[in-house]
């Protein structure tokens, strides 16, 4: 069965701090790893992808780093804010197809 | 806006009485797909649609339909809910071939609670 595996299930942060978190998967096939991002009542939202061709992709506060012998790929918020408090949800898919394979969640909280 | 438009947000009804949650979206996307998003399970397809009159089931099927007569809209049908089938439901669109992986744009969710 294909699986993403994400831990933390939940986290919290004081202002300021670095937010971990981490996930690992099975299918070598997967060559598209997405971030997304969940506000309560709202829909999650695209924060940052990579592939495997990187071993990491920075947009602003936000990094992937990616381990593509071990599997693994983790999501780095630096300086983290209140605001990025939110559930946080790694993925992957493979190829052609269309169909995102998501880990279990993050809850962040960032403390003021 | 470009935007996927779900209806209900919230929902409540008995076991056995069939409903149908709409899903819209006006980006001319051709990728559809249908999540539930449980406590610890993070967010399993239900069903997706490649394009108009194709369909084909996700991981967690059983006991939902859907169909795809028009390129805008997805709806999911339960014909028989039951009190597993409370959960967080999330349609989802992406622009499909020729863009391989590209993101894919969540509605806000229809919250069904089965009795």
């Known amino acids: 069965q294909q699986q993403v595996k994400q831990s933390p299930q939940s986290l919290i942060v004081q202002k300021g701090g670095i937010s971990i978190i981490n996930c690992a998967y099975e299918n070598t096939a997967f060559d598209y790893f997405p971030w997304y991002q969940q506000f309560p009542g709202k829909g999650p939202a695209l924060l940052i992808a990579i592939r495997p061709d990187v071993s990491e992709k920075k947009e602003g506060r936000f990094t992937i780093s990616f381990n593509k012998s071990a599997k693994q790929f983790s999501l780095h918020i630096m300086d983290s804010q209140p605001g990025d408090s939110a559930t946080y949800f790694c993925a992957a898919s493979r190829g052609s197809s269309y169909k995102l394979i998501f880990g279990s969640g993050t809850r962040l909280l960032v403390r003021p | 806006e470009a935007q996927v438009t779900q209806n209900p947000r919230y929902l409540i009804t008995v076991t056995g009485k069939k409903l149908t949650v709409t899903c819209s979206q006006n980006?001319?996307?051709?990728?559809m797909s249908w999540y539930r998003q449980d406590p610890g399970l993070g967010l399993r397809q239900i069903y997706y649609?490649?394009?108009?009159?194709?369909?084909d089931k996700g991981d967690v099927p059983e006991g939902y339909k859907v169909s795809r007569k028009e390129k805008r809209n997805f709806p999911l049908i339960l014909e028989s809910p039951s009190p597993n089938q409370t959960s967080l439901y999330f349609c989802a669109s992406s622009p499909g071939q020729g863009a391989m992986n590209t993101e894919a744009f969540f509605g806000q969710g229809t919250r069904l609670t089965v009795v």
């Open positions: 649609s490649m394009n108009v009159e194709v369909t």
């Open positions: 980006m001319n996307h051709e990728y």
